[in-house]
Structure formats: C-alpha cells, structure tokens
C-alpha cells in the first residue's frame, strides 16, 4: 500500500519569504499523480498544485512550485513570497493513475509571521 | 457551480443515537468520496463511488457506519449507534471518474462531536 510522510509538523516563515515543505511517498508504482492541499482555518480543502509523475518538468502555479525527485520519492512544495493568507495546513496526498483514492501524509502546520 | 454541499455543517449528538450526514456532489462529477479528519489519524478515506456504486469501503471503520448514494445528487453517510470516537470533522468529495488525475474537490466539511 501506499504511505505518504510529512515529517515536518509545524513550521514558520517570515512574511515575503520563502519556505519550503517535504513530502515522501513509498510506492511500488510508476505512474500515478502527487497533490498539494491547503486546508485554512475555514477547513476548506483547497487544491495548491498537482504533479504527474510521467512528467519531469516540476508543475508551478505562480507563487508555489515543486521540487519532485521521483527516484528519491520525494515532492516538496516551495512557497515564495509568502503572504498572510499562506497561513494553513498543508497536505500532500498520493493518487495511482488507475484509481481514485487519494492518500494524505499527516498534514504540515504552515505559519507566517508579520 | 456552488460547489461541493454539505449539511449539517456542525452536529452535535449524544452516544448511542443515529447520526446522518448529507452530501451533494457538483453537477457532472461521478465520483464521490467520503472522509474522515481526526488530529489522531489525519484524513482518512472511508469509501467512495463510482456512478453511484460503492467501490472500496475498506476504510469504513465498522458496521455502524454505512453510506448511500441513491442517485448521481446526493449521498448520505450514516452512524448508527453513534459513539464520542466518531466525533470528527467529515468531508465529502467529488471528482471526473474519467478524467486522469482529476482534482478532487471538497465541500465544507461537518464537524460532528458526539457527547
């Protein structure tokens, strides 16, 4: 089965800079699809970015980007500029390119201070 | 699109009665999943469907717990007896079945706390 790790519970960035959070996933699979949510305190889960593992090119959506290493298994995300708004969790979450089950890590507490 | 609708968005129960949470999906999705969000276990697929077939339940956590889905509008999940373990915030989903690497997208949540 799959696991997705986010060893990093909570961390900190200072406002318009930079931060970078990890994810590592185990899987025995070659193509499938790795997500980044952001879930503010309105719960809303809100998707930040998506990577297909087919792809070398990391995905990037304007201030947030990925870094994904696919023979290390790993898929951070790099906000830059970080606002106030950036303050949330942050999931990152596994799909198989043949189902539609998400897998989430444990989830990342982002703050951003003033 | 109003998106993923949830209701109740709050819940609060004593042990033992029935709970039910509802859920419509956005207009055209033929996939729709239920989670769980605990601080213990984090977010944790119960089940989900296909064309309104249940395909893997396998993340259910007991026979107190079953879901329906009658028609492509709507999904209920129910808790029969409930208990104060259940207390949890509860998100539908939904999502293009066909569409590879489809986002998911999320309704509100019910946060639902069991005295």
């Known amino acids: 089965a799959q696991t997705v790790t986010q060893s990093q519970p909570e961390m900190s960035v200072q406002e318009a800079e930079t931060v970078t959070l990890s994810c590592t996933y185990d899987t025995s699979e070659s193509d499938y699809y790795l997500f980044w949510y952001k879930q503010p305190p309105s719960r809303q889960m809100i998707l930040v970015i998506r990577q297909e593992a087919y792809k070398q090119q990391n995905a990037t959506e304007n201030r947030f980007s990925v870094n994904f290493q696919k023979a290390a298994k790993s898929f951070s995300l790099k906000i830059s500029d970080s606002q106030l708004g950036d303050a949330a969790m942050y999931f990152c979450a596994y799909r198989t390119t043949y189902g539609n089950k998400l897998v989430f890590g444990a989830g990342t507490i982002l703050r951003v201070k003033s | 699109d109003a998106g993923v609708i949830q209701s109740p968005r709050h819940e609060v129960t004593e042990m033992g009665q029935e709970v039910t949470l509802r859920c419509k999906p956005i207009s055209g999705h033929n996939s729709l999943f239920w989670y769980r969000q605990t601080m213990m276990r984090g977010l944790e697929l119960l089940i989900y469907?296909?064309?309104?077939?249940?395909?893997?339940d396998s993340g259910m956590p007991e026979d107190r717990f079953s879901a329906k889905m009658p028609n492509a509008s709507f999904s209920t999940l129910k808790i029969q007896p409930s208990e104060p373990r259940d207390s949890a915030v509860y998100f539908c989903?939904?999502?293009?079945?066909?569409?590879?690497?489809?986002?998911?997208?999320f309704g509100p949540g019910t946060r639902l706390t069991v005295l």
């Open positions: 989903a939904s999502s293009l079945a066909a569409l590879a690497g489809a986002e998911q997208f």
């Open positions: 469907f296909n064309n309104n077939v249940p395909i893997d």
